[in-house]
């Protein structure tokens, strides 16, 4: 969608100006102006799961993982070139990593562009490959990362680790990697958002006479939890401050 204009001339969102219509619609700018050449490629995103402990996942750990991923050739430092050689400009798009055509038509001369499909529109060609990586500038390769998991995650939730993810062709930007949580259920306690529950089963002499028991929190702490009597079946005693700690860092 394009920017709207606001009652009174004004304007609102982004602007766009002529050589970002002729973008939009032909591939180019209203003059042929030619760009620099578009680089190597980002790399593409990864994810990996990783399983916590009702522990872990409320106070925080530092989890490594390990995962097959395109890491930076070490043999032509990603630059995919046989070392002691470099890339040379393409001489199809002539270094531009695009092609450009001018077609006539009842409006008159059109410019449209297109990458290069010989130099992958990186604007240069590698005549001598990495032995290792092909001409790649990566190869695979099995990785370990620690991944900082902050206290108060949750099953389903997603960590974004920027740049390390896979490696991109040609000395380009590494992608992002994606850590999804799962939590393993606990024998002791059921977790609702960042409050835990525990069922404590009485006997019927306990419910009325009212009784006391120790229970371990989740961080090791007992505590003690007194039991009034005429208590009833399904009753909550709270212990204040003994839950999951927010994730935001507010409790």
């Known amino acids: 969608a394009g920017a709207g204009a606001r009652p009174g001339g ?88 695009e092609v450009r055509q001018v077609r006539r038509s009842i409006l008159g001369q059109m410019v449209t562009a297109s990458p290069c499909t010989a130099c992958g529109a990186t604007g240069s060609r590698i005549l001598s490959p990495c032995r290792d990586c092909r001409g790649e500038g990566r190869v695979n390769a099995l990785r370990r990362i620690d991944v900082e998991v902050p206290a108060g995650v949750d099953t389903g939730q997603r960590l974004r680790l920027a740049d390390r993810g896979p490696a991109a062709p040609r000395g380009g930007v590494a992608g992002d990697l994606y850590v999804t949580i799962s939590v393993e259920p606990h024998p002791d306690f059921d977790r609702d958002g960042n409050d835990l529950v525990h069922v404590r089963m009485l006997t019927l002499t306990q419910a009325a006479l009212g009784a006391a028991f120790t229970i371990e929190t989740l961080d090791g702490d007992e505590e003690e939890i007194l039991v009034p009597p005429g208590s009833q079946p399904g009753q909550v005693l709270r212990l204040k401050g003994k839950g999951v700690p927010s994730l935001h860092g507010r409790r």
């Open 10 to 97: 004004g304007q609102t969102g982004d602007t766009f100006g002529l050589g970002d219509l002729f973008d939009a619609f032909f591939g180019g700018d209203a003059f042929g102006t030619r760009r620099g050449p578009a680089g190597p490629p980002r790399g593409y995103d990864a994810d990996v799961a990783v399983e916590l402990t009702l522990q872990e996942a409320a106070f925080g750990v530092v989890q490594p993982v390990e995962v097959r991923l395109p890491v930076t050739c070490e043999r032509c430092d990603g630059s995919g070139c046989e070392p002691g050689t470099h890339p040379s400009r393409c001489d199809v798009c002539g270094g531009t990593g």
